[in-house]
């Protein structure tokens, strides 16, 4: 089969590569008819994620027809149309039992790898790396699915893949940013990053009942979704985002803000972002944390900071005694996305939300290394990309 592979930095390649085959009973193989490229795969695509080996294929959002079913699986059956959730999980143990099923501690075959480096290993995840599991992604024709009898969810005929494709990971992922904020009719979020996540962050949080959205970003393009979307917009190249903020609070700070960017921040909005650049180009720093300092200053005491943008490893300079002497409280995760799918499906089915909306760019799996690169850049207004095998 064709897939989209890791060669390095700035290296995706359009390749064969052997086809999945069932491992496990509980597994299931994908045709996929619709994927797309996430925000979290540029990450590894500018050569930031560790353990990641040559010819890996990565993509995580993913949805198809099953064509084949192990013999453990009674859920699924040839030809069901699903959508795949990038979070691996058993369904069965301690932490999927509770719903944190991006917490999945069977599914993560690298877990000593991850302990090191985390303390504790989290769910297995698609095309994510050989600490998260080394599985093949979906930005591929086929996709073998572990415990394909938790995470895949089947979607109704009436629905296009471009509405639902989603559901896989952007839009569990926006939603939970603002389930995190515990919103109160008319409460101010401050959202920092208008990409594919900040856009459901957004609608999610009006969806929620928030009075006002305050969303942060520079491209002129997603400035203006956001805009559409009911939320006011600032310019971090060209506004001091914490004055600006204390000005639209009356001086308080908002009741709650989401980091919807995380360790890739533009390099040059601030001092502190060019001064993280050179620690982590010379090897004294993991992450750049711009982002995550702003949301901590710019938000009101006992309000809450909100994190999905992805991080890796210890941060620097990070303000604890605000967040400690102003009672913020801290809420992050990789998605549990199977705890959040029933809903959001519901939410789509009723018309509630059209995730398609996102969507600038449509193209075949081998239009992908270009793609990338184009995604990455946000040239030609380019938000979301969905390829079609
Ligand atoms: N927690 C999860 O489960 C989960 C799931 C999906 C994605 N993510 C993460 O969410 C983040 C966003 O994903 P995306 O697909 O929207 O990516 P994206 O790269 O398209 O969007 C990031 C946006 O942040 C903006 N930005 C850069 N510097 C900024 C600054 N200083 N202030 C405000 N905005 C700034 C960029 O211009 C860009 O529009 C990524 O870190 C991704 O890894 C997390
Ligand atoms: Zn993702
Ligand atoms: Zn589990």
């Known amino acids: 089969m064709k897939a989209l592979c890791w060669h390095g930095k700035g290296d995706m390649r359009y390749e064969t590569v052997p086809d999945p085959k069932i491992q496990d009973p509980r597994d299931a193989i994908i045709k996929v008819t619709a994927c797309a490229i996430c925000g979290s795969d540029l990450h590894i695509y500018d050569g930031v994620i560790p353990e990641m080996e040559k010819g890996d294929v990565i993509g995580h959002e993913t949805m198809g027809e099953v064509v084949e079913v192990g013999s453990g699986n009674t859920k699924l059956k040839v030809g069901d149309r699903v959508v795949v959730p990038f979070t691996i999980s058993c369904g069965e143990c301690f932490f999927c039992q509770r719903g944190f099923y991006s917490g999945c501690e069977r599914s993560n075959p690298d877990k000593a790898k991850a302990e090191k480096l985390w303390g504790h290993s989290p769910a297995g995840l698609f095309g994510y790396s050989h600490l998260l599991g080394g599985y093949p992604g979906g930005q591929a024709d086929y996709l073998r699915v572990p415990f394909a009898d938790v995470g895949p969810i089947k979607v109704p005929a009436g629905l296009p893949d471009e509405q639902v494709l989603f559901l896989s990971d952007i839009f569990p992922t926006g939603y939970m940013a603002a389930d995190f904020c515990n919103i109160k009719d ?13 856009q459901f962050a957004i609608r999610s949080a009006f969806l929620l009942g928030a009075g006002r959205v305050i969303a942060i970003d520079t491209v002129p393009e997603r400035l203006a979704m956001a805009k559409a979307a009911g939320a006011e917009t600032l310019d971090f190249m060209k506004e001091d985002i914490y004055e600006r903020i204390q000005d639209l609070t009356q001086g308080r700070g908002a009741d709650a803000c989401i980091d919807a960017v995380g360790t890739e921040p533009h390099t040059t909005a601030s001092f502190d972002s060019v001064l993280d650049r050179v620690k982590v180009a010379t090897f004294m720093g993991t992450d750049r944390p711009h982002v995550l300092r702003q949301a901590i200053h710019c938000c009101r005491n006992f309000g809450t900071v909100s994190i999905v943008g992805v991080y890796g490893g210890f941060l620097d300079k990070i303000p604890f005694g605000s967040a400690i002497n102003r009672g913020l409280t801290f809420r992050m995760a990789q998605t549990p996305v199977q705890h959040y799918l029933p809903k959001l499906l519901k939410l789509v089915e009723e018309g509630k939300i059209d995730p398609s909306f996102v969507i600038t760019d449509q ?13 990455r850049d946000n040239k030609d207004g380019c938000i979301k990309v969905v390829m079609k095998p």
């Open 363 to 375: 193209a075949s799996l081998e239009d992908g290394p270009a793609l990338y690169k184009k995604f």
């Open 186 to 198: 008319g409460d101010t979020i401050a959202i920092w990053g208008c990409g594919p996540v900040g």
